[in-house]
């Protein structure tokens, strides 16, 4: 894929979504960073439905300390890992309290050195909260990526290098919600919905699966 038609899809994407986010319901760094850690293997709308509840009664590191875990976990016991995951909120806090004042820090490195914060969690935290350039690969990002030809890839790190590489500088800091949400209402994993493709003509797509005869991920009206 050339640098054109990459230009061309962000550009249209934005005029379809000019101010794109994150689904997830937060109103501080560090709602978001405890809605991320607990949206692994599980979807923003179970996330919602937990934090909706658990941030009317505790929304700061120093509050959540004191639901203790047994408490906390009733909170987010609709949660895939459930239990993992309050272990990793309630040492995330403490080391927030001991080493940052209660902050969210701002770096990748100081983010990555929380319990339950990887390197695809420390690029939401520092694009959405923080407004800085990143690229966080998902699922939906990978499968995207991929089937699209915006970047292909063995794994989300080959990913993420080649969206951080041949995305327009332009369309950085919303590249990578508008390709989580294209990937998660549109082109989905099992029946993309090429038809409402607002990007159809540019994706390369249509063209693999046509030559590796495998018409059975595509709506009939699209084979």
């Given at each position: 894929?050339?640098?054109?038609?990459?230009?061309?899809?962000?550009?249209?994407?934005?005029?379809?979504?000019?101010?794109?986010?994150?689904?997830?319901?937060?109103?501080?760094?560090?709602?978001?960073?405890?809605?991320?850690?607990?949206?692994?293997?599980?979807?923003?709308?179970?996330?919602?439905?937990?934090?909706?509840?658990?941030?009317?009664?505790?929304?700061?590191?120093?509050?959540?300390?004191?639901?203790?875990?047994i408490k906390l976990q009733k909170y987010i016991k609709s949660i895939g890992l459930y239990k993992t995951k309050?272990?990793?909120?309630?040492?995330?806090?403490?080391?927030?309290?001991?080493?940052?004042?209660?902050?969210?820090?701002?770096?990748?490195?100081?983010?990555?050195?929380?319990?339950?914060?990887?390197?695809?969690?420390?690029?939401?935290?520092?694009?959405?909260?923080?407004?800085?350039?990143?690229?966080?690969?998902?699922?939906?990002?990978?499968?995207?990526?991929?089937?699209?030809?915006?970047?292909?890839?063995?794994?989300?790190?080959?990913?993420?290098?080649?969206?951080?590489?041949?995305?327009?500088?332009?369309?950085?800091?919303?590249?990578?919600?508008?390709?989580?949400?294209?990937?998660?209402?549109?082109?989905?994993?099992?029946?993309?919905?090429?038809?409402?493709?607002?990007?159809?003509?540019?994706?390369?797509?249509?063209?693999?699966?046509?030559?590796?005869?495998?018409?059975?991920?595509?709506?009939?009206?699209?084979?």
């Amino acid at each position: 894929m050339n640098s054109s038609k990459r230009h061309e899809i962000f550009s249209r994407l934005k005029i379809s979504n000019p101010h794109p986010t994150t689904e997830l319901v937060y109103s501080t760094p560090f709602e978001l960073l405890v809605a991320v850690i607990l949206s692994a293997q599980a979807t923003d709308r179970s996330v919602n439905l937990a934090t909706r509840i658990l941030f009317l009664e505790a929304n700061t590191p120093e509050n959540i300390l004191a639901l203790e875990e047994i408490k906390l976990q009733k909170y987010i016991k609709s949660i895939g890992l459930y239990k993992t995951k309050a272990k990793n909120i309630l040492a995330t806090c403490r080391l927030l309290i001991q080493h940052h004042n209660g902050s969210v820090p701002q770096t990748r490195d100081q983010l990555e050195r929380l319990p339950g914060v990887g390197h695809k969690t420390a690029n939401v935290i520092l694009n959405t909260a923080f407004g800085e350039p990143t690229i966080a690969v998902d699922t939906h990002i990978f499968r995207v990526s991929n089937r699209t030809g915006l970047a292909t890839g063995k794994n989300v790190s080959e990913v993420e290098l080649k969206l951080l590489k041949f995305v327009p500088k332009e369309f950085h800091q919303d590249a990578h919600h508008w390709l989580i949400l294209h990937g998660r209402y549109v082109c989905k994993a099992r029946k993309p919905e090429c038809g409402k493709c607002i990007i159809e003509d540019l994706c390369d797509f249509k063209e693999k699966i046509l030559r590796t005869n495998i018409p059975s991920l595509l709506p009939t009206s699209y084979v």
